[in-house]
Nanobody, 123 residues
Framework: QVQLVESGGGLVQAGGSLRLSCAAS????????MAWFRQAPGKEREFVAG???????LYADSVKGRFTISRDNAKNTVYLQMNSLKPEDTAVYYC?????????????????WGQGTQVTVSS
C-alpha cells in the first residue's frame, strides 16, 4: 500500500516557476515508477511526466524542456519542477504510483493516487 500527498501548488504568473512535491508512505516507494498527471476543468486527466526507480524519465510533448521530474528515494519523495509556466498549464496536478518498472502514459496503469494540488497560471 502506498499513500501519496502532494504539495507546492499555487498561483503564479505566466513565465514563472513552481515546484511540486509528492511525499509517499509505504515500503514499495523505491521500487515504484512514479508520475505526475494533470486535469484541467472539463478535460480528461492527462500524463505530464514519469520516472522509474533508476530516475529514467518520460515527458509529455507539451512540457518537454520546461518541466523536470526527479525523485529522492531516501526521502520517499518525487518532485516536479515547472518552469516557463503558461496559462494552459493551469490544472489540478496529481501524483501517481505504479508497480510497473517504467512509467506509462495511461492513467489506468497506476495503482495509487494523491488528492491533487491546484496550479493556476495567470496571463
Amino acid at each position: 500500500q502506498v499513500q501519496l500527498v502532494e504539495s507546492g501548488g499555487g498561483l503564479v504568473q505566466a513565465g514563472g516557476s513552481l515546484r511540486l512535491s509528492c511525499a509517499a508512505s509505504g515500503r514499495t516507494f523505491s521500487s515504484s515508477s512514479m508520475a505526475w498527471f494533470r486535469q484541467a476543468p472539463g478535460k480528461e486527466r492527462e500524463f505530464v511526466a514519469g520516472i522509474n526507480r533508476w530516475s529514467g524519465t518520460l515527458y509529455a510533448d507539451s512540457v518537454k524542456g520546461r518541466f523536470t521530474i526527479s525523485r529522492d528515494n531516501a526521502k520517499n519523495t518525487v518532485y516536479l519542477q515547472m518552469n516557463s509556466l503558461k496559462p494552459e498549464d493551469t490544472a489540478v496536478y496529481y501524483c501517481a504510483a505504479s508497480q510497473r518498472i517504467n512509467p506509462a502514459t495511461s492513467r489506468n496503469l497506476y495503482d495509487y493516487w494523491g488528492q491533487g494540488t491546484q496550479v493556476t497560471v495567470s496571463s
